[in-house]
């Protein structure tokens, strides 16, 4: 993925903590900040590691149902992660486990990606580098 395409889900990721500015118990912001604990970390994550592309079979419904299950349970288990960290350093609120998630998904969505550096083939007979028996 580009800067460009990566950019608005950083940018999402930021949602959660700009909702805890609006007035406690108001709809939009229990909404907003119910949305970004359970996608965001998991999305940033899942976009990033795409394991769903590389699933064989014709089902786009189950590749998106599995993708999604997946990004709600990455999310709690860095949610429960974060909570956790936080409490034992005794500097939970919420403000501050969301702007953890926050910089989590933005590090990660924003993050370049790692490019193949396999030589080809013919490359690795000539150098002597190749698989061994």
């Keep these: 993925m580009r800067v460009a395409a990566r950019l608005p889900l950083a940018v999402v990721c930021w949602i959660g903590p700009a909702a805890m500015t609006l007035p406690a118990g108001s709809g ?43 990004t709600v349970a990455v999310s709690l288990a860095y949610a429960v992660l974060a ?19 926050a910089a989590l998904g933005t590090v990660v969505a924003l993050w ?4 193949d550096t396999a030589a080809p083939s013919g490359q690795e007979a000539r150098s002597g580098q190749g698989a061994r028996p």
Excluded: K, N, S, Y
């Excluded at 900040?33 to 999305?43: K, N, R, S």
């Excluded at 960290?85 to 702007?99: H, I, K, S, T, Y």
């Excluded at 370049?112 to 490019?115: F, I, V």
């Design 83 to 101: 909570g956790q960290v936080l409490l034992l350093l005794g500097r939970f609120a919420p403000e501050r486990a969301l702007m953890a998630a």
């Design 28 to 70: 939009l912001r229990i909404a907003a900040v119910t949305l970004a604990v359970l996608t965001v970390p998991g999305a940033a994550v899942v976009l990033r590691m795409a394991p769903e592309r590389a699933a064989a079979g014709p089902d786009p419904v189950g590749r998106r149902t599995r993708g999604l299950v997946l």
């Design 112 to 115: 370049p990606r790692r490019h």
